[in-house]
């Protein structure tokens, strides 16, 4: 991993929304690349957002001090209560979610809440005939700090469509009046939709150099990924023209062909669903996977590179082959991969030093 890419795609971020302050989303274990990790390369955030309170908590047993935003909420009294003694902020997105602040306000609480509209997404949020009763009853309750609005936008890699235009429209039109602090823009809304980037923007993907537009490439937006997946080749073999190889037999050899075997699988996050012709990289050029990919290793045709090793690298994705061009392949998306990465791969920062779990096989990294 490359806390110096993330801190580069961070000022991306600026650039593109220099009048807006930052919540850097590193949910789900940093999309892959590591929670705490993620937090201490891009502490110049101006808070950090994450899915579940036990994300927020670990942050702050880890030391982080940034504002964090549970962007989900809390569900229960106790999850209130330990919000509380650690000072996160919350997104409330339902009644439920309001009457329980609401009982809870003779106990002292009080925290810096956004409320969430839902503006089309259907999934979290008031809709927008509850919003104003949702808005005036979360005004009067005593454990509310700073308020603040938010929607989420469900086309955003779309700027151009009805639904997106539709949902600013929709969100400007309810809150711009209310004179506080909103957040619209999701890192495809910030790329794409420039009145999406309001007082806060929210960016997840682009910060790890991934793409979330289809028609760009992180390159030409000036992002670099902050992981690349790496192995290294554990064997070679010779397979006759018309040859099997893999499980099942799914492809078949078209001329008398020289196989890799690289040292990754589903077992270390690998889609086993990746189709024969995946692009790799070996000695810095593509060549093609082929066969199923097993739990442990993956096959790839080297057929046409000369010089090729036992113990030569593999680039799966990350650093000349994005992870956004791969993602196809297993009929899936770049979020997919990098969040997908199993416990059993060693990892490796640069940029802030260097760390590598004890008892990972070195031989598969997240870099």
């Known amino acids: 991993m490359d806390a110096a890419a993330l801190r580069h795609n961070l000022e991306v971020v600026r650039s593109l929304a220099p009048q807006s302050r930052v919540i850097a989303v590193i949910k789900a274990n940093g999309y892959g690349h590591g929670l705490i990790e993620t937090a201490r390369a891009l502490t110049s955030a101006d808070a950090f957002g994450v899915a579940r309170l036990d994300e927020g908590l670990a942050l702050r047993a880890a030391g982080i001090g940034n504002e ?53 997404m259907n999934r979290l949020g008031f809709r927008v005939e509850d919003f104003p009763g949702a808005w005036q009853r979360l005004q009067r309750c005593q454990c509310s700090g700073t308020l603040r609005l938010m929607t989420h936008l469900a086309a955003a890699e779309e700027p151009d469509s009805p639904a997106t235009r539709q949902q600013i429209d929709t969100f400007h039109a309810l809150t711009a009046a209310l004179g506080v602090e909103r957040s619209v823009a999701n890192s495809a809304g910030l ?56 499980y099942g037999g799914t492809w078949r050899a078209p001329r008398d062909s020289l196989i890799g075997i690289a040292a990754i699988g589903y077992g ?20 093609p996977v082929v066969g199923r990919v097993s739990m442990d290793m993956t096959a790839v045709d080297v057929t046409d590179l000369a010089g090729v090793r036992v113990g030569d690298p593999v680039v799966l994705w990350g650093e000349g ?39 990972l096989d070195p031989r598969v990294r997240g870099d």
């Open 321 to 359: 082959l994005p992870a956004e061009r791969v993602a196809p392949y297993a009929d899936t998306i770049a979020y997919e991969l990098v969040c997908g990465i199993s416990q059993r791969v060693a990892v490796e920062w640069t940029g802030m030093g260097e760390r590598r779990p004890n008892g």
């Open 68 to 120: 964090i935003l549970l962007l989900e909420g809390v569900f229960s009294a106790e999850e209130l209560q330990l919000a509380s003694g650690a000072k996160l902020q919350l997104v409330v997105h339902t009644f439920e979610q309001l009457e329980l602040l609401e009982r809870r306000a003779a106990a002292g609480y009080r925290f810096d809440v956004w409320l969430k509209v839902d503006t089309g």
């Open 191 to 246: 790329i794409g939709s420039p009145r999406a980037r309001v007082d806060w923007v929210r960016p997840g993907l682009m910060l790890y150099g991934i793409s979330p537009l289809p028609n760009q490439t992180a390159s030409s937006i000036g992002l670099r990924p902050a992981m690349t997946l790496t192995t290294q080749l554990i064997a070679l073999r010779r397979v006759q023209k018309s040859e099997a190889v893999g």
């Open 268 to 287: 270390d996050g690998y889609p086993r669903n990746m189709r024969n012709g995946t692009p790799v990289l070996v000695h810095g050029k593509e060549v």
